[in-house]
């Protein structure tokens, strides 16, 4: 088959990227004409297999890698390994789990001289290898890495000493005979041999980039039907015309030396435009008894990774949820171990990721983003790196590899096909960047996966910025709907007539109050109502509200009959008798953003109806409102809140304050006084809030409160010694 009738082609789609295959091969067989013709029966094959073994039993070898862990005493997630010629897949491992296992990883070698083999770059970087072991007839030969042939993915290497009783491999020129290919490997933990038809006639066309490629047998021996040696194929595809060159001696190499030297020259590029970034959040007011809400979920400080671009701006990789972007107070970029302050750009809308403008330029020239669909650089060689932040440090490993899959992922965008909890890059050699594993944006929490997304993705999400996951000037704001709710089971969901709409419980919340005012009541919403889904503006499909994933507020479980019995050391401890604004629920709203427009799904009566809402911040609630210490009585009180006043069942002209929080052993406590009970009068003043609280307690030596407990109300005497 000469050139011109290869590039007859016709289109197919496969590995992410449009491709061409020759017409002239058969759809049937998966061979060409000429191929049918010459078919080699079963035990032709079977008979060649022997001889092949026998014949090259002496030139081929194992090459065991020996890892060693970082000074972390862990290892990369990224893994190693090389293309398997029985199955056609890399045979890929984590150097973790090998070290986990104390082995080492295994892959065929052949022997170019007594003291030269070739092998698999299985993509281990130097500093990650404790040692190499060429194994012949039981025998081992610590060994080095001498050279690096990138087009075809292998390495050569050298043995300390001669292998004893090996035959080195001799080329033959090829012919028109009859081709096989011949391999062993271990698959699946068996040790095999096979012998299959050779042809190099399968080629493909990317078309985005136009480059064209040859199908190939990976860690094969191409011989003719008598068993004379023709070249070795290393990966499963070459670039047209390289499939004539199978001679490992004419290989373009790459000494260890200079391999070594490229890759320090991109380590110290990464290091001058990859910071740690350390962001900071104004802190949360966190209540008494409020700590079921706050525990793992207000952070103050998120520690990230920034990647200077080209206009010196910084792409920060972290996701904050526009509550959390909402309290964002700083942005500081470590450089040479000093801070820089940057100044917030923007967020990513659909990614956990943001941009900032740091106050002055920091070194480094700057990544470039690649300008370009990634499908056209299938087949490239490429830099992978690991990166992991540690507060004020970096920790990252680099390995080359290529790009031999390609998905299809969000909106369409081909990406790499890895995901992973770490944070991961892809260079091209010369340093742009082709695409990096970010979070998406979720209305639930994603569990802290990485997704990949490519470069053209990153240049369209950097011009169309989430304008409402913004910060916010002022004190924290909650978003919220005015509801107190709990989760569906199968009974509730039958007695409302709901079954099938909620998968018999699953799905929905059922409503048991709504907030005066609220937005919920502005809607329309009622008791008993179920919250099945919602839809921010934008989504494509609502989310269904799972009742497993909220906490409900248990407002029927406060102990007022027996408070007299809690001892004071405990009086921390005890959760407030009203609902927090910082539920599940309002937490969600959050993840969503303030501002946001959203359908919410709601089933009443058994009929599905759906009410438009702009999520809204709630007004200050006892978890946000100011609150005052006295210390000669040893309280905390704030202001009368929503919530506070709809439990006690309040009208709006009625005044007082609320004890916040009691220090044990304080002269409030000794008066007995206790949390969440109300302060309406001081010396038979009437107190309306705070502001007159302070006013009338401000210079006294002796106090007499008048304190609410639910419906009943007391005098309490506290001597305060001058207020001292």
Known sequence: MNRKQLLAFTVLISAGALFAVPETVSAASGKTPADQKTAVSSAELSKLNKKLLDEFARSLVDVEYFFRPDENADRTEIAVGYACPACNRMHNENPEA????????????????????????????????????????????????TAYYPEHRSVKLRTEQPVAGIVPLTFQKEGKEKKFAFFRVEEGGTRIASVRPYSNTGIVRNLASGKEYVNMPP??????????????????????????????????????????????????????????????????????????YLRGKMRN??????????????????????????????????????????????????FGALTAVPEKPLPGKGIRIYNGPLAKEFGTDVYIVQLKSFGRNLDMDVLTDEIRV????????????????????????????????????????????????????????????????????GDEQIAWLGIEFQKLDPALARAKNA?????????????????PDSPAAKLGLKDGDILISITPEGAVKPERLEGGLFRANRLDRFPWARYDEIPQQYYSEIPAPWGSTRNDFNEMLGRIGLGTKVRLGV????????????????P?????????????????????????????????????????????????????????????????????????????????????????????????TVKLDNGK
């Open 499 to 515: 079954a099938e709409l909620t998968a018999d419980g699953r799905y929905g919340l059922l409503i048991l109050s709504v907030y």
């Open 219 to 292: 860690n094969s021996l191409i011989v003719n039907e008598k068993g004379g040696l023709l070249g070795i194929s290393m990966k499963n595809s070459l670039p047209f015309g390289m499939e004539r060159n199978l001679n490992p001696q004419n290989w373009k190499q790459l000494p260890a030396g200079e391999f070594a030297k490229q890759l320090a020259d991109f380590n110290a590029m990464l290091k001058q435009n990859i910071y740690p970034v350390r962001i900071r959040l104004k802190p949360v007011k966190q209540a008494s008894g409020t700590r079921r």
């Open 620 to 716: 200050p609630s006892f978890d946000t409102t100011e609150k005052f210490t006295d210390e000669p009585l040893g309280i905390t009180v704030c202001d009368l809140t929503y919530e506070v006043r709809n439990y006690f069942q309040m009208s709006t002209p009625e005044g007082g304050i609320l004890v916040a929080k009691v220090r044990p052993g304080g002269r409030a406590a000794v008066a007995g006084i206790k949390p969440y009970e109300l302060i309406i009068s001081v010396n038979g003043k009437p107190v309306s809030d705070l502001k007159e609280f302070k006013k009338l307690v401000a210079g006294q030596k002796e106090l007499r409160l008048g304190v609410r407990r639910l419906a009943v109300t007391r005098i309490v």
């Open 301 to 350: 400080e998120v520690d990230a990774f920034g990647i200077k671009l080209e206009n010196g701006h910084i792409l920060v990789a972290a996701t904050l949820t526009p509550a959390e972007t909402a309290r964002l107070s700083g942005i500081l970029v470590t450089v040479d171990g000093k801070s820089v302050p940057a100044r917030f750009e923007g967020t990513l809308r659909h």
């Open 98 to 145: 090998i070290l986990a296992d104390q082995r080492p990883f295994r892959v065929p070698g052949y022997a170019l001289s007594a003291t030269e083999f070739l092998s698999s770059d299985i993509t281990a970087m130097p500093d990650w290898v404790k040692s190499i072991d060429v194994v012949f007839n039981g025998k081992r030969y610590p060994a080095k890495i």
């Open 406 to 473: 390609l998905l299809t992922g969000f909106r369409g965008f081909q990406v790499p096909p890895f995901t992973s909890r770490s944070n991961m890059l892809v260079f091209k050699t010369d340093g742009e960047l082709l695409s990096l594993l970010l979070e998406r944006r979720r209305i639930r929490q994603a569990g802290g996966i990485k997704y990949p997304v490519s470069a053209d993705m990153l240049r369209e999400q950097l011009k169309d910025f989430d304008r409402s996951n913004v910060p916010r000037k």
């Open 603 to 618: 089933v009443r009566n058994g009929a599905f109806q759906e009410y438009n809402l702009k999520i809204s911040a709630a």
